[in-house]
């Protein structure tokens, strides 16, 4: 078995000195996700230019026994990244972020895995065109291959769902350096203008988080930039209201984003100068986007209707602020507005259970307030139509340092404020505890997740037969199982 010496040299002779790291910070500070779990540190990390280069790494390292595993932006709170073993190449997708074709005649267009969703959206703004989905909130520093791998939500989530539904064809690099396409994509001679060319093969690497392969490229699908984009808040007396208005907001498939703010992101906001929101400690925000004022309008009105049943119109200066920097919100989603740590769990499931399961978290969430209390841990629950389902997101902040990832990330004047926040390991065990409780609680509601990583639960809950299609397909394309091992469970 070759050694890790060994395989330094020869993926140095791929990509260059200069794009190799070594040394032991630099392969801590690559190999560990903002979750706080468990991982080994990688052997090394290495940073690909083009798809031969990523091939040809994946080939040697594990033709010599090592295990590889891409890594993104590294937002993923899901040890969807982290190695589960030191002989493991880690793979910086950031190099290859190349936009290689805007075909404006067969609306579609080709990024490499790398590129952001904001150097994505800007790009395409250029020539008056959009992704339907385009981008999480965290679109400044994640990619598209880490949405992709892990499926995500939000902008444009309200009408066109998650980042996969969105996706056209994919190019990915399999177990041994093979590479392969979906899709029209994939017939000889052919663009990617279609998905489903026979059995929808680009699923599979939708959502896998990595387990079945390290996308290269992707192809996603092109509409016109909405040049109208209207937005209303509401008001709303709880959080049993917030959830019904959404679900029935989701029915229409209208509005480009719906959300719902609970008590602490109202407080959030109030911080940031919306200071109205003070006296809206619970609302909902919805968007309609179109390419005509009067579609827009009339979306607009229509939901206007509907959340108007659930409580009363307020100032929509919430939806604004967000929609003129939809990549802005970066510091708020890793931090706290003092500087505390978020954590969050996430949960897809239909409207039908939407009740069910806020009632069932607000409900614990009172039950372990006194040691909520005791710790100083906060909690908030964010919600979210994407499409026709229901995300919850519910999450805690503490008071913990910070790290080198979460500084790097954040506005420079609040890096120099909060460096110093020491240490607490005592609170995060305690929100690592509390956070896997709720995770099994989600379970037991029968929700389901996107962003599975090495987290979430995913073989103990399947289908016999389901789970043995999903292991024969990694036998195919990771028969020794190097990519990405532990994720899904395989």
């Not at 078995?1 to 190799?20: K, P, R, Y």
């Not at 790290?403 to 890096?415: Q, S, T, V, W």
């Not at 962003?451 to 016999?464: F, H, R, S």
Request: charged share 20%.
């Amino acid at each position: 078995m070759s050694s890790t010496e060994t395989v330094l040299g020869a993926v140095t002779d791929i990509v260059g000195n200069e794009h190799v790291i070594a040394d032991e910070a630099g392969r801590n500070f690559y190999s560990a996700d903002i979750s706080f779990e468990a991982y080994e540190p990688a052997a090394l990390v290495a940073q690909p230019g083009s798809t031969e280069e990523l091939a040809a790494i994946v080939e040697r390292a594990n033709r010599d026994g090592f295990a590889v595993l891409a890594r993104g932006g590294g937002m993923s709170y899901t040890q969807g990244y982290t190695p589960s073993r030191d002989r493991t190449v880690l793979i910086d997708m950031r190099r290859m972020n190349k936009i290689r074709e805007i075909n404006t005649e067969d609306m579609y267009v080709i990024a490499e895995a790398g590129c952001t969703w904001e150097q994505l959206y800007e790009t395409l703004g250029q020539s008056g065109l959009r992704t339907p989905y385009y981008g999480p909130l965290s679109g400044k520093f994640a990619t598209v291959g880490g949405a992709i791998s892990q499926n995500s939500v939000f902008w444009g989530g309200g009408s066109y769902a998650t980042v996969a539904d969105s996706v056209v064809g994919l190019e990915v690099v399999l177990g041994g350096g093979r590479v392969l396409h979906t899709g029209s994509w994939a017939r000889n001679g052919c663009n990617p203008f279609l998905r489903h060319n026979g059995p929808d093969l680009t699923g599979i690497f939708t959502g896998d988080t990595g387990a079945y392969g390290l996308k290269a490229a992707a192809a996603i699908k092109l509409i016109k930039a909405p040049e109208f984009s209207l937005g209303a808040s509401f008001s709303v007396p709880d959080f049993a209201a917030s959830t019904a208005a959404l679900a029935e907001l989701a029915k229409y498939g209208v509005a480009s984003e719906a959300y719902g703010l609970d008590p602490f992101y109202a407080d959030v906001m109030v911080r940031s100068g919306l200071e109205f929101l003070a006296d809206h400690p619970w609302s909902i925000h919805f968007g309609v986007d179109s390419v005509d004022e009067s579609i827009a309008q009339a979306g607009l009105d229509l939901l206007k209707g509907v959340a108007g049943r659930y409580g009363e119109e307020i100032d929509n200066t919430t939806v604004n602020v967000f929609k003129s920097n939809p990549f802005g919100a970066v510091q708020s989603v890793l931090l706290g507005p003092e500087g505390e740590l978020w954590l969050p769990v996430h949960a897809f499931l239909p409207f039908s259970r939407a009740q069910e399961a806020a009632a069932a978290i607000e409900g614990w969430f009172e039950e372990i307030a006194p040691r909520l209390e005791q710790h100083n841990i906060k909690t908030s629950l964010l919600t979210a139509a994407a499409g026709k389902d229901f995300l919850f997101e519910p999450s805690f902040y503490w008071f913990d340092e910070l790290g080198d990832f979460r500084l790097e990330k954040i506005a420079p004047e609040a890096a120099e404020e909060w460096k110093s926040i020491p240490a607490d390991p005592e609170t995060r065990s305690v929100v690592l505890d509390l956070r896997r409780q709720m995770a099994k609680r989600f379970d037991d509601l029968g929700c389901c997740h996107i962003q599975v990583g090495k987290y979430y639960e995913y073989a103990p809950l399947m289908e016999d037969e389901t789970w043995k299609l999903t292991q024969g397909i990694k036998q195919l394309v990771d028969p020794d199982g190097l990519v990405n091992p532990g994720s899904l469970g395989l």
